[in-house]
């Protein structure tokens, strides 16, 4: 009687430790999913807090300036190198407004095909005749939003390079034309001030590229 109570309670030992085990691994994985999702919520809130920050100082105040949130971060060292680079692959940095991703400026870009003397013939969009054309065309418009900010000379000529190769490929498809302008238009929203006082959305002019095909 003696022997099978001390085999109980060693079963019984046992069983408590395999749970104490199982208790504590599952408490790991909870506390590790807390962790990655508040870090993950932290990316978003802190972003967004930068993004409306700048905004706030470049729209605004018309300041090119930091601000104290995007300096705050710059000055925790390896913490800021590990927040660009989670926030850059998890999406976290893309920023959200109304609850959704932000809406990106919309874009237009015409061309205008001209005749030897450098009178408008015709003005045309690209034709795609895949959806893959399609996808990439709308593609490059990501570049004509970061033109909005930048202002590099190696950008000026890499965003030439992309406009040069859509105009002329829209100038090959009308022979015997050999010119071709190439207008960038943005989508213009007035404040509503402006739009109070009479101004209605449209499309403003961006940049004028000028091309011609060698005979």
Do not use: W
């Amino acid at each position: 009687m003696r022997i099978n109570i001390i085999g109980f309670r060693r079963r019984d030992a046992i069983h408590r430790v395999s749970a104490a085990k199982t208790q504590n691994k599952t408490f790991m994985k909870k506390a590790l999913l807390l962790t990655f999702f508040g870090f993950h919520l932290f990316c978003m809130i802190y972003t967004n807090i930068i993004i409306e920050e700048q905004v706030y100082h470049d729209f605004f105040l018309n300041e090119q300036v930091k601000g104290k949130a995007l300096t705050a971060l710059e000055h925790t060292g390896i913490f800021n190198d590990l927040f660009h680079i989670y926030s850059g692959y998890s999406g976290a940095e893309t920023g959200y407004g109304f609850y959704a991703p932000n809406v990106s400026s919309q874009f237009m870009v015409l061309y205008t095909i001209k005749d030897s003397l450098g009178n408008p013939v015709q003005v045309s969009l690209p034709r795609h005749y895949s959806k893959e054309a399609l996808t990439r065309y709308f593609t490059a418009f990501d570049l004509f939003m970061d033109k909005l900010d930048e202002q590099d000379e190696k950008y000026d000529k890499f965003m030439d390079i992309v406009m040069k190769s859509m105009a002329l490929k829209v100038l090959e498809e009308h022979p015997p034309y050999t010119h071709i302008d190439a207008d960038l238009l943005v989508y213009d929203l007035p404040y509503m001030e402006e739009f109070q006082a009479g101004k209605r959305p449209e499309y403003a002019h961006m940049l004028h590229y000028s091309y011609q095909l060698n005979p």
